[in-house]
């Protein structure tokens, strides 16, 4: 039998005294029950306290004006103006300012999930986690930047994208020194540093250092083109690719050869013509080996193989020609 445990209705307590109180419950509580609700209560006390949500009693806060129908909660919500953590966790020891928020916190330590996702399953120790959750489903987005209208359905992420407009770089590269304005950003950084790439295609097994380039992949995949041109149309699977395109309609030439004097719209464009002037031949055929300057001949190059042979040679020797 667990020690301190209640032989009438087998809760537990950490220690004696809590067990004695919770006793007085079984002991007297047809003496403390509610007229009104049914209610029922181990105190006298505690029954009067109660009333008060019934007759509508309100304590004010005399700081913010939000008002309690209980002079406990009242004190308790002081703490939300002073600051001051007198519920602290036993197993942690980290400290909060409510009560409520203690016991909430406690199902951290103990991995009870009582709140479940109804669409994917997904389980929460809070409600409060399951709520916010459930705006990925439902699409909401409630939590607008003021700056520049971007919406977020958590308001975390707002908080977050927030520092993108105060221009605070806290986390720096120590290889390169690039910074970030989020912790979240630098780690994914490192992975260009360090050549990990833990984001694999399910559909032909390419793997990324990122995770929002194995998204921008997955769309060569399903082939739709959601990145539509305003102006002549064509439409692309990827952001970038339009951006790239709409340079052709503008006119702007940014990218000039150092050379020849060449210019181009597309940076791209520009790292290809190059190749022409220093030899490199990075685009190699795997069927035959033959390597090219430029993509687009070594896409041309592979029709060579893929020529379909229709003219069999049945007197000699059996091959196509």
């Known amino acids: 039998m667990a020690k301190n445990m209640c032989l009438i209705c087998g809760k537990s307590f950490h220690f004696p005294d809590g067990l004695k109180i919770h006793l007085q419950f079984h002991l007297e509580y047809r003496n403390t029950e509610c007229e009104i609700c049914g209610k029922a209560f181990a105190r006298l006390g505690d029954l009067k306290r109660h009333g008060d949500i019934h007759t509508g009693i309100k304590y004010e806060c005399e700081l913010c004006g939000k008002a309690f129908t209980q002079d406990s909660s009242l004190k308790e919500h002081g703490n939300t103006h002073t600051g001051v953590k007198n519920y602290q966790c036993e197993i942690c020891g980290k400290a909060f300012r409510q009560l409520g928020n203690l016991k909430t916190h406690g199902n951290t330590h103990t991995g009870v999930t009582n709140y479940e996702c109804h669409i994917c399953g997904k389980a929460f120790t809070r409600r409060y986690g399951l709520k916010k959750h459930g705006n990925t489903h439902t699409g909401v987005k409630n939590y607008e930047c003021e700056i520049c209208g971007k919406a977020f359905s958590h308001l975390g992420n707002l908080k977050t994208h927030g520092i ?16 970030f304005t989020r912790r979240y950003g630098l780690k994914k950084h490192g992975n260009t540093h360090t050549g990990v790439k833990n984001y694999a295609c399910q559909i032909c097994g390419k793997a990324f250092t990122q995770i929002a380039h194995l998204k921008e992949h997955l769309t060569t995949h399903t082939g739709v083109k959601k990145y539509e041109c305003q102006i002549c149309g064509k439409a692309f699977t990827r952001l970038r690719d339009l951006t790239r395109h709409g340079h ?15 210019a181009f719209t597309q940076l791209w464009s520009l790292k290809i013509h190059r190749n022409t002037h220093t030899g490199g031949k990075n685009y190699e055929c795997q069927i035959c080996g033959k390597a090219f300057t430029q993509l687009g001949n070594l896409k041309r190059h592979g029709k060579v193989h893929n020529e379909v042979k229709n003219h069999d040679c049945h007197i000699l020797c059996g091959s196509s020609t």
């Open 164 to 179: 993108t407009h105060t221009g605070v770089t806290n986390y720096e590269c120590h290889i390169c020194g690039k910074a």
């Open 248 to 262: 052709s309609h503008t006119g702007v030439i940014n990218y000039e050869c150092q050379i020849c004097g060449k």
